[in-house]
């Protein structure tokens, strides 16, 4: 049987929401963290979670391989071109 509730109020959320980190400024942040970008792996993480994390990369970068990984991911680009290949199954 549901249990009825009464809905979530502005200020019962805003004290089970206290975790939630400040917006981060991406473009201030790579060019804060630039000189940390050295190959021949130029990438940095901006957040390393225990679910999910979040890594910036700077190119030119080139893969020839493909690695699989169970979670999703998003690729979201600054600048230039991206060319990403997808492999599912044998194809």
Known sequence: MATITEPATSSSLQKRV???QPAINLTGWIEENRDKFKPPVSNRYLYDGRDFFVMV?????????????DSEE????LKGDIKVRIREGDR
């Open 18 to 20: 206290t975790s939630v």
């Open 74 to 77: 998003y690729f979201y680009q």
């Open 57 to 69: 990369i700077k190119g030119p970068n080139a893969r020839n391989d493909f690695h699989l990984v």
